[in-house]
């Protein structure tokens, strides 16, 4: 049941940035900014696998399995990918995603929202 609010409540996050983001573009890149730090790279990509893992354990158990089971394997990986870039790429990449402009950043924002929106209907 934990696991449950953990899901909706990641999903209702991912729903509340997506509308800040979505209104206040500039929002993402303070976001994206300050995952930039050395230990905050780390700390992410351990809490990406944390979330993967999570996500992989109830995924059977919801709605919408086959989706909440890609999100973890997508999220394990993209841990993986970040321990392996380190922070020096991963600045990198950052900064050339801070490079476009608002209307590609809106349109990920309306992409956190799809998914946040998923991930609450699947639990």
């Given at each position: ?53 999570i ?14 089971a ?22 990198s ?31």
């Amino acid at each position: 049941m934990a696991e449950f609010i953990v899901i909706k409540l990641f999903g209702i996050a991912m729903v509340s940035a997506g509308v800040v983001f979505l209104i206040i573009p500039d929002a993402i890149k303070k976001y994206l900014t300050y995952w930039t730090k050395a230990k905050r790279v780390y700390t992410g990509a351990g809490l990406s696998v944390l979330a993967g893992i999570i996500f992989l354990l109830v995924a059977s158990q919801c709605k919408l399995a086959w989706f909440v089971a890609l999100l973890g394997i997508w999220a394990i990986v993209k841990g993986i990918i970040l321990f392996v870039l380190g922070p020096k790429k991963f600045t990198s990449k950052v900064n050339w995603c801070l490079s476009k402009p608002p209307g590609v950043l809106r349109m990920m924002a309306v992409l956190a929202l799809v998914i946040g929106t998923m991930l609450v209907c699947s639990v």
